[in-house]
């Protein structure tokens, strides 16, 4: 069975940076890959999401990200990164990692990725 591992999480300082990432227990087929955020009392959101197993490497990004975080894969380690800079205490949130083997035409909706991980906690606070 596909499986999603994500690590990386953890209590950081307004400005300061965190490096999540996802490991696919079998990447084979992977369309895309992409990161999620639930944040409390609020619903899961994209954050954003990369091409995988194809040729295309798209990325794209949620606009309250942008500039911010830089999402990258490395094909041959079965792994998705999220580098995320600069981050504020509006980015505390478990932070999922989710995969489909389909074509994605709506990249933050959440119904077009069957695999999901188990999140990981980010937390911003001084």
């Known amino acids: 069975q596909l499986q999603l591992v994500e690590s990386g999480g953890g209590l950081v300082q307004p400005g300061g940076s965190l490096r999540l990432s996802c490991v696919a227990s079998?990447?084979?087929?992977?369309?895309?890959i992409g990161w999620f955020r639930q944040a409390p009392g609020k619903e899961r959101e994209g954050v954003s999401v990369?091409?995988?197993?194809?040729?295309?490497?798209?990325?794209k990004y949620a606009d309250s990200v942008k500039g911010r975080f830089t999402i990258s894969r490395d094909r041959a380690k079965n792994t998705v990164y999220l580098q995320m800079n600069n981050l504020e205490p509006e980015d505390t949130a478990v932070y999922y990692c989710?995969?489909?083997?389909?074509?994605?035409?709506?990249?933050?909706?959440?119904?077009?990725?069957?695999?999901w991980g188990q999140g990981t906690q980010v937390t911003v606070a001084s």
């Open positions: 989710a995969a489909t083997i389909r074509v994605v035409r709506e990249p933050f909706s959440e119904n077009e990725y069957a695999t």
């Open positions: 079998d990447s084979s087929g992977y369309n895309v």
């Open positions: 990369i091409g995988f197993s194809g040729g295309s490497s798209a990325t």
